[in-house]
């Protein structure tokens, strides 16, 4: 475990607290609030949204797809392969697909009536492409995308409580691996995968179908987007099973998530590289009990996203790190909330995170949407790597802030001792990397900034301001903040 007991109660805590907070205290990101389109009744979408209505009044459907324009194309490229499958009975498909759509746009037809009113034995999603492919980076990073398709399954269970889903992955797209664009849908797609169960939620990557040799997707997709018809047969056969089991009311055994065999740009970049420079998420799934688990860390995600849209780009100082930045909100708190009279603070600190985590949340959205003065790192302690994989985390995660926040100063701590006395083998460990990334401060945009000794009683020992000998209480807090603050008040200028 990487942390004891009383620390996993803690984080409980702040998981329950990141919930309030991500429903209560700051404006939502655009993702996952439901949004109509122009706000004309005379626009095509809000027609289209009638039409189906008036579908729905009148039994609405078995299997109903939801999505975008590649959905919605089951009209356009893909009529022959509608009309020859899902046309007839039970079969018959209610087309809930909108060319143009976002996540927020789905959210609002959802919450206006597009699966009230019947009972579907298979919904199927696909959806996102249109969050990355319209806006840029930093207005949609993928962690929004994510977080706007975790609503909307949340609100296809709500709706259709007894339908099979089928979460369907993000298209390829672009002319190559490398497109930005696909590889952001291949981020949120790594995420999106881990809400499905196998049981009520399947997961189904067919990309593996799309790519020839060089990761192109143009004889299939020849504007490097929408299938032709061609592709709406293979999409067709590959969800079938899915919802035949559905409509047989789930007889038999249950078909099993499909994973595309083709390796994205990103997997082939990462083979050979340490597990402590991997961007990864502790988002949990494909279970229902990894699943809830990692429900807190993206309902963090949720909730400091929403105060980063909340800032409007004014954030001053940004604590990054594990559960001893993450607790600034709990055992500081009183320290946090004096600093934020003068300062706009985000802590992005997570319980149990390591290196390879806060590169992950770094690239990913929570380092974009504003332009901060300083940023205070600390992390390595949950790292269990060797020294040398440890410190070249800390020396990635520099890089990433360097690259999303050039212009702001990094004030890099050490690892704060814990254990007992000198001799524990996590502190020595903890030194060491200490040693190595010393070295990466120059003393201009990147800042060393180290009193570990003032935790330290005459025996080595951190207990009287550690009770768990890892975590400080209020008092170690007080000094952290006494250490920091001049270099707060010359950086910010306040």
């Known amino acids: 475990m990487w942390y004891n007991l009383n620390i996993m109660k803690t984080n409980r805590l702040f998981a329950v607290a990141a919930m309030l907070a991500a429903g209560t205290a700051f404006g939502d990101i655009a993702a996952v609030t439901p949004t109509a389109w122009n706000g004309k009744r005379d626009c095509w979408q809000l027609r289209r949204h009638d039409q189906k209505m008036k579908e729905i009044a009148a039994g609405g459907a078995k299997v109903v797809f939801i999505g975008d324009s590649i959905t919605h194309f089951w009209e356009g490229k893909g009529k022959e ?190 083979a050979s590289k340490p597990a402590t420079v991997v961007p990864t998420t502790r988002i949990a799934g494909l279970t229902p009990k990894n699943a809830k688990r990692g429900d807190w860390w993206a309902n963090r995600l949720l909730q400091k996203r929403n105060q980063i849209a909340d800032s409007k780009g004014e954030i001053d100082i940004v604590f990054f790190g594990d559960s001893i930045t993450h607790n600034w909100e709990g055992a500081g708190k009183k320290q946090l909330a004096e600093l934020s009279k003068t300062y706009s603070i985000l802590d992005i600190g997570y319980g149990g995170d390591r290196t390879q985590h806060l590169v992950w949340r770094g690239l990913n959205g929570e380092l974009d949407g504003y332009k901060a003065k300083c940023v205070m790192l600390m992390i390595g302690t949950n790292n269990r790597e060797s020294v040398e994989d440890i410190a070249n985390g800390v020396r990635r995660v520099l890089e990433v802030i360097a ?58 020992d951190t207990k009287w301001i550690m009770p768990d000998r890892l975590h400080p209480n209020a008092a170690g807090y007080k000094i952290w903040t006494d250490e920091v603050l001049p270099y707060f008040k010359s950086i910010c200028g306040k």
Not at 163 to 185: H, K, Q, Y
Not at 191 to 214: A, P, Q, R, Y
Not at 431 to 438: F, G, L, P, R, W
């Open 403 to 460: 690259q999303k926040q050039p212009d702001a100063k990094t004030l890099l701590l050490p690892i704060f001792p814990r254990g007992e006395g000198p001799a524990n083998a996590r502190r020595i460990a903890n030194e060491k990397v200490n040693a190595i990334i010393k070295n990466c401060a120059d003393g201009r945009r990147v800042i060393w900034v180290d009193f570990n000794s003032k935790f330290l009683d005459e025996k080595g």
């Open 81 to 270: 392969q509608l009309k020859k499958y899902f046309s007839e009975g039970d079969m018959k498909m209610l087309n809930l697909g909108f060319s143009g759509d976002r996540t927020e746009h789905v959210l609002w037809r959802l919450d206006h009536g597009e699966l009230d009113g019947y009972k579907a034995k298979c919904v199927l999603l696909m959806i996102g492409t249109n969050n990355t492919g319209h806006k840029s980076f930093d207005k949609e990073p993928p962690i929004d995308t994510f977080l706007g398709i975790r609503k909307i399954l949340a609100k296809i269970r709500e709706k259709q409580p007894d339908a099979v889903v089928v979460l369907t992955a993000i298209f390829p797209r672009g002319d190559s691996e490398r497109d930005s664009r696909r590889m952001r849908n291949d981020v949120v797609n790594a995420e999106i995968m881990k809400l499905c169960d196998g049981k009520t939620v399947f997961w189904c990557d067919f990309s593996d179908k799309f790519l020839d040799e060089n990761g192109d997707i143009q004889w299939v997709m020849k504007d490097r987007l929408h299938p032709g018809a061609s592709g709406y047969e293979i999409w067709y056969k590959e969800v079938k099973p899915y919802i035949d089991w559905a409509l047989a009311d789930r007889k038999g055994p249950a078909p099993k998530n499909r994973f595309s065999t083709a390796k994205t740009a990103f997997q082939k970049e990462m």
